[in-house]
């Protein structure tokens, strides 16, 4: 994308990236009954991983459940994204993260973009995890 000159392409896919360990995080932290003490332990860790485009804390949770998951993050992934580019934002660095965002074009609607898709899918992964009962 960046060769190409693609620099709304590179905004959409970083900023969809920084989502799944986001709607995670937000998640265990507002849907505290969804998941296990240690889940929602390990969920806070994720908004540190998130903002600094690691989206690799999202994988223990997909692993345990993907079928939930999965799907709320590549949604809440595609709302991100689809925002970042409709907004017009920029990006001229490979990668992601708050890092990178004073050289993002549009910066404050790339947050915008960013919360959203985040906040899509936490709702989504929260309403489609069973309520635990054997949680305090």
Do not use: Q
């Not at 580019?85 to 910066?107: D, E, K, Q, S, Y």
């Not at 959203?116 to 009962?133: E, N, P, Q, Y």
């Amino acid at each position: 994308a960046l060769a190409s000159g693609s620099f709304d392409v590179m905004a959409a896919v970083m900023v969809g990236g920084m989502v799944p360990p986001l709607a995670i995080a937000l998640s265990t932290t507002f849907f505290p009954k969804k998941w296990t003490p240690s889940e929602r332990r390990n969920g806070i860790v994720n908004y540190v991983m998130g903002l600094c485009f690691i989206s690799e804390g999202a994988i223990p949770y997909a692993a345990a459940d993907p079928l939930r998951v999965l799907p709320s993050c590549i949604v809440g992934s595609a709302v991100s994204g689809a925002l970042s580019m409709l907004f017009g934002c920029t990006l001229r660095a490979p990668h992601g993260g708050i890092f990178v965002f004073p050289v993002v074009g549009n910066p404050l609607m790339y947050v915008v973009a960013l919360a959203a898709g985040s906040i899509v899918g936490a709702v989504i992964l929260s309403l489609l995890k069973k309520t635990r009962t054997d949680v305090v």
